[in-house]
């Protein structure tokens, strides 16, 4: 999501608890399309009758397609023609896509995109992150409604380093950072570098681009820090110990749907927004141990979830 603010470490893993381990998601062409025909064609909704292909994108990791596909089965429980572009890349790429209109739908999280249009935004509960984004967004994206689940960054170590540096808190690392080697996804330097430096004086020794593989670098001593998400299953698995954020320099971050307003209608836009209405973070956690741990397809995890849910 990368990146995405982590509220307690005890709340994360009452939520993962009975998780194991995480993977990436399968390969090929990210930016090759896959047209999906409407799953009810006789259901109504603007844009199965006009014949609009609505283009549900996904950035490069398992738990956005997951929901990507999540999206794109409701839509098309709508009867609304879909194109599916998973797997693109990070939000620096994904974002112009979806000014551009080559995208229609993305799924997101609020904190870490408002964080990408404002870096020096205070905002931090769900009700002022929204209400900063739907002022920067330009006039031709929306966000829609903001779902309970959260999946939000953390700095987290491992128990070891924990215990032997004494840290529960990320301000618990000043002093500390100019000898710990910190890794995650390929931009998170370039988005928090500063942001640790300003709000609570870290420095760190270097930054290392691990991106999936950063839960499994600090158990192997790689780096000492990483930048994992928190509905990961391996914080679990690997007893790893995400540091509280008492200074909130990762915001809430709701799973929201980020929309090109010329590509979706009424009928879309509440398929999207029942998603929401359903979806919590213990939810998410479960999907996502099913996807990363029992290695089922997202696209069938997707399809079980919403018709538990009555959603399409």
């Known amino acids: 999501m990368t990146t995405r603010p982590v509220r307690t470490a005890v709340a994360v893993t009452v939520l993962l608890l009975g998780a194991a381990a995480c993977s990436s998601s399968g390969g090929g062409d990210p930016l090759a399309a896959k047209s999906t025909a409407p799953a009810a064609s006789g259901a109504a909704g603007g844009a199965a009758a006009s014949g609009k292909t609505v283009v549900v994108g996904s950035a490069n990791f398992p738990e956005n397609v997951l929901l990507a596909s999540i999206y794109s089965q409701a839509l098309q429980g709508k009867g609304v023609k879909v194109e599916e572009k998973f797997n693109i890349g990070s939000r620096e790429v994904l974002y112009g896509q979806l000014q551009s209109g080559a995208l229609t739908v993305l799924p997101e999280y609020n904190g870490a995109l408002l964080g990408y249009l404002d870096p020096k935004t205070t905002a931090a509960d769900?009700?002022?992150?929204?209400?900063?984004?739907?002022?920067?967004?330009?006039?031709?994206?929306?966000?829609?409604?903001?779902?309970?689940?959260?999946?939000?960054?953390?700095?987290?170590?491992?128990?070891?380093?924990?215990?032997?540096?004494?840290?529960k808190s990320i301000a618990d690392l000043a002093g500390k950072a100019q000898d710990l080697v910190i890794g995650g996804p390929p931009e998170f330097k370039s988005r928090r570098e500063q942001q640790f430096k300003d709000v609570y004086g870290l420095t760190f020794k270097e930054w290392k681009p691990t991106g999936d593989t950063t839960a499994n670098a600090l158990k192997d001593g790689t780096i000492q820090i990483g930048n994992v998400f928190t509905t990961d299953p391996k914080i679990v698995q690997l007893k790893l110990v995400p540091l509280t954020d008492p200074k909130s320099v990762f915001s809430v971050q709701n799973v929201t749907p980020l929309v090109n307003k010329a590509g979706l209608d009424d009928a879309g836009t509440a398929a999207l927004n029942a998603v929401s209405a359903k979806l919590d973070t213990a939810t998410l956690a479960g999907l996502m141990k099913r996807v990363s741990v029992d290695k089922e397809d997202p696209s069938a995890v997707a399809k079980s979830w919403l018709k538990s849910a009555n959603i399409g």
């Open 126 to 167: 769900k009700t002022a992150v929204n209400a900063a984004l739907k002022e920067k967004l330009p006039a031709g994206l929306a966000i829609l409604d903001s779902a309970a689940a959260e999946d939000n960054d953390s700095l987290t170590v491992t128990q070891e380093t924990a215990d032997k540096l004494g840290v």
